[in-house]
């Protein structure tokens, strides 16, 4: 399988850490942006298991949801795992 893991682009200013707070997420600044460790113990896990894995963090590459899509297009992907928070769900 090919499985597509995203840590989706921050839509604000100010880049969003979806992995703290409980799940819940909270606004960082830009100096403050911490890995999804959620996705990559996701990838890990499933590498482990003899599975493709893709992990697209899309703030630290400066992508925005355009360029996230353009990266998933023209491959073929059993899975797509995104990412959202309180902070953005509503985004």
């Not at 890995?35 to 482990?48: K, S």
């Not at 355009?66 to 297009?73: F, M, P, S």
């Amino acid at each position: 399988m090919r499985i597509a893991l995203i840590n989706s682009p921050s839509l604000s200013v100010r880049p969003v850490s979806r992995s703290m707070a409980g799940g819940l997420g909270f606004d960082g600044n830009e100096g403050m942006l911490l890995p999804p460790l959620d996705l990559a113990i996701m990838a890990a896990t499933l590498r482990q298991a003899g599975e493709t894995v893709d992990v697209i963090d899309a703030d630290p590459l400066g992508l925005d949801a355009a360029a996230v899509y353009a990266r998933l297009e023209g491959h073929h992907w059993d899975f797509v795992v995104g990412t959202v928070s309180l902070p953005t769900l509503e985004q």
